[in-house]
């Protein structure tokens, strides 16, 4: 059964601070993994996307790592803000054109002064 | 570009009646996708359109749930009748058929079923 299990469930750090969220996975065929943001109330919010031949992307303050052999990714935030403070949301797609997408179930970050 | 357009933004209704939510997709996005999230399951897949048609509903959980799309600006979910287990954040998303395009989510419809 494809799963994606993110880790921590919910983390506190204090603004500045770096941190990095953990996603394991195991969809397989791998065609792409995709980092989400998603502040309360609203949607979710696409941060990266990576297909197998990738290993590193970056977003402004957001860098996300993926090692297809030990089908591991991790999100790395720089410099952390407030507006940070939100769910993050690890995606796999299981072969190239599906959309039957495995969502994990989220680390939920919170920034504080 | 407004994004992707749901309303109402909460419902609540009781058990028995019929719910309708709307999404009005991101113009040039030929899919269309409605995902339920719930704090125990979280995001899950009901059904997505390509073109205005439906392309997979193996999520759609039952017969009370149906879905149409009848124009490439609109589509409808429909829950009759409600239960209270109904009870959900319900978003559509949309995007255009190239690989590796990201999903633009709505801002969701908070539906309660007391």
């Known amino acids: 059964k494809n799963q994606v299990e993110q880790s921590p469930q919910s983390l506190i750090i204090l603004e500045g601070k770096n941190c990095t969220l953990q996603c394991n996975y195991t969809v397989s065929p791998f065609s792409n993994l995709r980092w989400y943001k998603q502040d309360t109330g609203r949607g979710p919010v696409s941060l990266t996307i990576m297909t197998f031949s990738e290993n590193t992307k970056s977003n402004g303050r957001y860098t996300a790592t993926l090692d297809a052999d030990t089908k591991q990714s991790s999100l790395h935030i720089t410099a952390s803000q407030l507006s940070d403070s939100a769910s993050y949301i690890c995606?796999?797609?299981?072969?190239?054109?599906?959309?039957?997408?495995?969502f994990g179930k989220g680390t939920k970050l919170s920034v504080i002064p | 570009d407004a994004g992707v357009i749901q309303s109402p933004r909460h419902e609540v209704t009781e058990m028995g009646q019929e719910v309708t939510l709307r999404c009005k997709p991101i113009s040039g996005h030929d899919y269309l996708f409605w995902y339920r999230q719930t704090m125990m399951r979280g995001l899950e897949l009901l059904i997505y359109f390509n073109n205005n048609v439906p392309i997979d509903d193996s999520g759609m959980p039952e017969d009370r749930f149906s879905a149409k799309m009848p124009n490439a600006s609109f589509s409808t979910l429909k829950i009759q009748p409600s239960e209270p287990r109904d009870s959900a954040v319900y978003f559509c998303?949309?995007?255009?058929?190239?690989?590796?395009?990201?999903?633009?989510f709505g801002n969701g419809t908070r539906l309660t079923v007391t």
């Open positions: 998303a949309s995007t255009v058929g190239r690989r590796n395009s990201p999903l633009h």
């Open positions: 995606v796999v797609s299981a072969q190239a054109g599906s959309y039957q997408l495995t």
